[in-house]
């Protein structure tokens, strides 16, 4: 079995990134698919937790899957790339990536804005990476460095909250920064269902069963307030996002539910 192993091995390991990221289950040496699945599944804290304290556990899962086996391949979230490429450096493995991720026609955005030097340098940092996520407290101008990054990128975008209040911040934010008239600015909650040309803000339950409606009008993904956002909708909403670019925003490194993996995996990691 090893011999044969040994010979399948110098094969490349074709790599699929698009919405998510499929790896063939039978090119991946048994070590590299053993920590894949240490990595991706693991137990669920609010399982533990109730079980500790001898609650009723309900139709709480014991364990969270974050890769999951599907006709011969692993199906894994595409913000844990970075670490699957690390993956195979470490055992040797040699790998073809084969991009299928979505990129749209620009469209023209005109920042009105200065960025202070500490917001010029976390900017270098995620215009360098496809995707990732941005960790700063409050005041620390997240949402301005998001704006000029969606003016850089070009790309039709959609930003995602976790609550309503905010879908009115971003409005203002847009059409203060971007200068995007109010009209054009989309809207996805309270009621209303509009895409915009070039950007849209949506409460993240309102686009829960929408995204494959929009998903090919959206070369930007934004989510903002990502440690907020209740997990299952976050992931079933980022995961059916196949746009090239994705950042997330976060008041913090940790969820108070004990899932920030959760940020990483379907975001990616930490770009600043």
Known sequence: MEANYQGMRQRPVSIVVSERIKVPVASLPPMLAKKLNDRLVFTNPEYEFRQSRGEWLGNVPPQIHCLYEQRGSYF?????????????????????????????????????????????????????????????????????????????????????VPNVALLGHWKEKLVRFLEV?????????????????????????????RVRDIRARIGLLVVDECHRTPSRTFTQVVSHFDCRYLLGLSSTSQRRDRLSRLIYYYVGDILH
């Open 76 to 160: 894994i979230p595409r913000g844990f790339l970075t670490q699957l490429l690390e993956l195979c450096q470490h055992f040797k493995v040699k790998y073809r990536l084969i991009d299928r991720q979505r990129t749209i026609d620009p469209v023209d955005f005109q920042f009105h804005g200065v960025l202070k030097d500490y917001q010029e340098l976390a900017f270098k940092e995620i215009i360098s990476r496809d995707q990732g996520t941005l960790v700063g407290d409050a005041k620390s101008g997240k949402t301005v460095i998001a704006l000029y990054l969606i003016a850089q990128r070009r790309q039709p975008t959609m930003i995602v």
């Open 181 to 209: 008239p109010p009209d054009e600015v989309g809207l996805v909650g309270e009621g209303k269902f509009d895409i915009g040309p070039r950007v849209s803000v949506a409460h993240v339950s309102a686009l829960y069963r």
